[in-house]
């Protein structure tokens, strides 16, 4: 068997494994996000942060982040009964190559080089319970507020997406689908949620 032919067969057998721990890690957390409603709770708030951050009245504004006040309360409760139930998955299914493309299994062969997807979920439940905007005292905090939990959501899309596929691929997404870049999200969530993001991630 010559090189190229052996090139061929290895380049089709990676290919194939990997999209098979990429359909594993889908399933998975589809399984634990498909009993809440934290796709729609997050479309539902992000819509509604444009609307009041567009919104030049300061009552009409005020009324919109009152009424966006349940739906913040909501996606917290949601997100840490994910975060909670993820908890239990085995830590060999979760563990997420920090590299940044995917190599089927690469952070059992190499886990110095991977994250705990658990610990992960973790640190976004804590940011996004506590950026809640209609916490804030004003309209200038609300607004800043808003600005941080927008981040937070982001970044958790984006985790989610890195654990399914990789961490080029969810920095692509993030970029398409949100006009911004990952380096961006970063700086914008809490101090809290930066921090421990990248302990977590072997960049801190």
């Known amino acids: ?41 997050m479309g539902s708030l992000i819509e509604g942060y ?10 009409r504004r005020t009324q919109i982040w009152a009424l966006l006040e349940g739906t ?3 996606l917290a409760e949601q997100f840490q009964r994910f975060a909670e ?3 239990g998955v085995d830590e060999t299914e979760v563990r997420v190559s920090t590299l ?4 089927p299994y690469i952070e059992r062969v190499y886990p110095q080089g991977s ?12 940011g996004i319970a506590a950026a809640q905007v209609f916490a804030g005292q004003d309209d ?8 941080t939990l927008t981040a937070e959501i982001f970044l958790m899309q984006h985790s989610c997406h890195w654990f399914c596929k990789s961490l080029t691929i969810a920095s692509v997404r993030l970029l398409a689908r949100h006009q911004t870049s ?9 101090t809290a949620t930066r921090n421990a993001y990248l302990r977590l991630i072997g960049k801190r």
């Open 115 to 126: 994250f705990d997807m658990r610990e992960m979920v973790k640190i976004h439940a804590r």
């Open 72 to 74: 913040e309360k909501s």
């Open 50 to 59: 444009l609307r009041a951050l567009g919104e030049s009245d300061l009552q």
């Open 1 to 41: 068997m010559d090189f190229f032919t052996l090139a061929i067969i290895v380049t089709i057998a990676v290919y194939v494994l990997k999209r098979q721990d990429q359909r594993r890690r889908t399933r998975l957390l589809a399984e634990h996000l498909g009993r809440l409603q934290i796709e729609k709770l």
């Open 182 to 190: 990952y380096e961006q999200v970063q700086a914008a969530v809490s």
């Open 100 to 103: 940044p493309l995917a190599l």
């Open 140 to 147: 200038d905090e609300r607004r800043q507020r808003a600005f």
């Open 85 to 87: 139930h993820f908890s």
